[in-house]
């Protein structure tokens, strides 16, 4: 069964987050893609990961079940997973990214690289500058090549519970 709760993580914002599993356990971390909510993980994969870890997934500002209508950037919603993981008193976590979700955990590795034992993602959003232009260019791919993307040591080559979407 899952514990719902919504958690404080900027003056006005809340996010709504759920965990399941063993409060004791190994973190689990999962982030879901931009507009999707934290439920939208495969139900299958939760449970999987809970049999053996602790699995907290949330809402991200202006999603599900959160908080609506603040403004906000990009490192705010990497700073929000690290408030989510301070109210939940979580030292360290495994992080687990879907699109948006994927350049999340990569921005945390990048700021907060001691809350994170490992990171993974699926389909990550990859964001560069074409030239001569300011808009973003979104690439599937996950590999690095290099900076500010992290190193292929900074990876594990799969994450809790035998899951895999493939290389990161």
Known sequence: ???????????????WVT????????????VMGAASSGLLWPEDLVDDLARD???????????????????????????DAVAVLDALEVDRAHGVGMSLGGLLA?????????RLVARRCSAPVRWAVRRGSRHPVRRRSCSPSGPPWPSPATTTPSWPGGWSTGAC
């Open 1 to 15: 069964m899952d514990r719902e709760h919504l958690v404080p993580v900027a003056p006005g914002v809340d996010l």
């Open 106 to 114: 990569q921005l945390l590795l990048l700021d907060h690289p001691d």
């Open 53 to 79: 870890h602790r699995v907290v997934r949330y809402d991200h500002r202006d999603t599900g079940r959160s908080t609506r209508g603040s403004s906000y950037a990009l490192r705010d919603l990497a700073t």
């Open 19 to 30: 965990e399941r599993g063993d409060p004791g356990a190994p973190v689990v971390l999962l």
